[in-house]
């Protein structure tokens, strides 16, 4: 009696947690209508709601030919590169931050897009991308003008390897080009390799981290890369289900967050303009998370403030912020398109 009294206890007090999470988290279940018939726009925010669907963006889906793997924002021009995959399919199409479709890269030097970058804004910007196809231009990464023009290669194209001089990649999976121009690139996505290679603005070889393995400092599957403002890399490892952290300048190993991520692995690692959050994506749990960016020198635990719950089979995979707005853009390999989230307060800013 007194044990089943206390396991009703039990049940009640679950009930009544889960009430209240759901009233405090405020659960917004978002099904607009898709004037297209085309866009899969549900979804759900869990925690501190910071961003929201636009669901004018871009304003024709129809242009979504492929599997969209990368996306990268050009905040100076108001432009987003879309990469996509396929068969005869443009592999990057242009469009403008207000949905507008400017232009499909008439290239034929890509294999199968993967990380996506968009380098120099300011300056003289271009549009970096790996691949990880097998054909004649796959294993490489390689830098491109706005408008899709081949301007240099990076790697033996065509060739999986090891090399550090000259450099080979086997799957590249994503570039980070700082306004240095020092470079960082995470290598690869399921190759032979399990690198985080840093270079200098002429190539040299500055560090690498190369072994594989769950230790610190090793790798399996290094997925994406950024670096902070305060001189930290940020590598999704996707492999070890981990984010772990390295000093920009001597690549020392600073830490790792292991604790957010015991569900599905982090695919992406990006930082919100402001450097306040992280944004995560988990492309098998489909969501979105923005996470607490720790202040300088302190790594500590990882800590999930929002989540963007996308529906089953959207299959997130990288994400880019534009860093006037702070709009979201997100690739989603399962739902064949881009789709974009823009923060809740106007301005752009957070609270
Ligand atoms: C695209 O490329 C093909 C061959 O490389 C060329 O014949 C064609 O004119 C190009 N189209 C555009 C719009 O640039
Ligand atoms: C940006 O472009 C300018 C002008 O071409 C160039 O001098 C500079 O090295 C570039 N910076 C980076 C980070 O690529």
């Known amino acids: 009696m007194k044990r089943k009294g206390h396991s009703y206890f039990i049940v009640i007090t679950m009930g009544i947690g889960l009430l209240v999470m759901a009233v405090l988290y405020g659960t917004i279940n978002s099904q607009l209508p898709d004037p297209y018939g085309l866009r899969k726009t549900d979804y759900r925010l869990l925690g501190r709601p910071l961003y929201k669907l636009d669901i004018s963006w871009p304003k024709y889906t129809e242009h979504f030919t492929g599997d969209v793997f990368g996306v990268a924002v050009n905040h100076l021009a108001g432009l987003v590169y879309v990469a996509q995959r396929g068969d005869n399919v443009p592999k990057v ?82 570039i980070f080009v700082h306004s240095s121009g020092e470079i960082y690139i995470v290598d690869g996505d399921g190759g032979m390799n399990n690198r985080l290679v840093k270079l200098s603005k002429e190539l040299q070889m500055i560090w690498m981290h190369g072994e ?45 967050w292991g604790s957010c991520f015991t569900e599905d692995a982090p695919y992406s690692v990006r930082l919100t303009p402001d450097q306040k959050y992280f944004v995560v994506v988990q492309l098998n749990t489909n969501q979105i998370s923005l996470l607490e960016a720790p202040p300088v020198g302190v790594i500590g635990q990882c800590r999930v403030v929002s989540v963007i719950q996308l529906a089953e089979d959207i299959k997130p995979h990288l994400v880019d912020l534009d860093l006037k707005t702070g709009a979201l853009y997100v690739a989603e390999i399962g739902a064949q398109q881009a789709q974009k989230f823009t923060p809740f307060t106007l301005g752009g800013g957070f609270l």
């Open 212 to 256: 594989k393995g769950s230790g610190m400092a090793q790798f399996y599957i290094p997925h994406s890369v950024t670096v902070d403002n305060y001189q930290r890399v940020w590598v999704a490892d996707r492999g070890n289900k981990r984010i772990q952290v390295f000093n920009a300048v001597t690549g020392d190993w600073l830490g790792s």
């Open 93 to 174: 199409l242009v469009f403008s931050t207000d949905g507008e479709f400017i232009q499909a890269w008439n290239t034929t030097t890509l294999e199968m897009p993967h990380g996506i970058f968009l380098a120099n804004a300011s300056n003289n910007p271009t549009v970096w991308i790996t691949d990880v196809g097998n054909g004649p231009y796959g294993h490489s990464i390689k830098q491109y003008s706005p408008s899709g023009k081949l301007l240099q290669v990076l790697g033996s194209a065509g060739q999986a390897g090891s090399g550090v001089n000259p450099l080979q990649f086997d799957q590249p999976a994503e």
